[in-house]
């Protein structure tokens, strides 16, 4: 699915599924490689402590950056396409989850899908349930690196930082950028390429750099 998330098991006969599995044939490889990585991607997640959810799909591994005194936890029904055949919108490189200091909070809720792309948090980062993000985009609580030259000389990581909040429902288009201290409402698509610098209401398009609302859903 080019939306990211798992693609919905078939309840048809065994001749409608091979007739499926032979005009998308690139969907059966998918699924061959996701059942084949499994045990891998069971393992790559409980040697970073997070415990496996329900209903999870990998299509290619992840890399999971969690810092052992950070909160990492996803609910049910994960989908997440880190490899380049897994979306014809082609992820730049694998989805990253990251929790990058001691402290810091990355909540993720049921039936989330992501492709491609990097989610940040050094404060806290919370995604509420059904929320898909599209491929290459980003998501970040902080600066990475100040601002002021001098500080960022002796202090190279110590960016500014601020939680980001996303609601239940949100499209995230492909290659947007959210970023530190902003709010995303219940509902709301965020058009491909932007980049979210304020809060964003619910139930709304937004969309440009920076993203501003174009009108109610």
Excluded: C
């Amino acid at each position: 699915m080019m939306d990211g998330r798992p693609d919905q098991p078939l309840t048809v006969s065994p001749a409608d599924a091979a007739r499926l599995a032979w005009d998308m044939p690139w969907k059966a490889r998918n699924e061959i490689e996701r059942w084949l990585l499994l045990p891998l991607g069971r393992l790559q997640f409980a040697l970073a402590g997070v415990a496996w959810g329900p209903g999870w799909a990998l299509y290619g591994l992840p890399i999971i950056q969690k810092h052992r005194r950070s909160t990492l936890t996803i609910g049910a029904r994960l989908a997440l396409r880190s490899s380049v055949r897994s979306n014809p919108l082609g992820p730049a490189h694998p989805v990253i989850l990251s929790t990058r200091r001691a402290g810091a909070v990355l909540t993720i809720g049921d039936d989330f899908g992501m492709t491609g792309g990097a989610i940040v948090a050094e404060q806290r980062i919370s995604i509420g349930h059904r929320v898909t993000v599209g491929a290459n985009a980003v998501i970040t609580d902080t600066d990475f690196h100040p601002l002021d030259a001098q500080t960022r000389r002796l202090r190279p990581s110590d960016g500014a930082a601020a939680p980001v909040s996303i609601g239940d429902d949100v499209f995230i288009g492909m290659h947007a950028l959210v970023l530190k201290g902003v709010t995303i409402g219940a509902g709301s698509v965020i058009g491909a390429g932007s980049v979210v610098t304020r809060d964003i209401p619910p139930g709304v398009i937004a969309a440009g750099n920076p993203a501003r609302v174009i009108r109610a859903l």
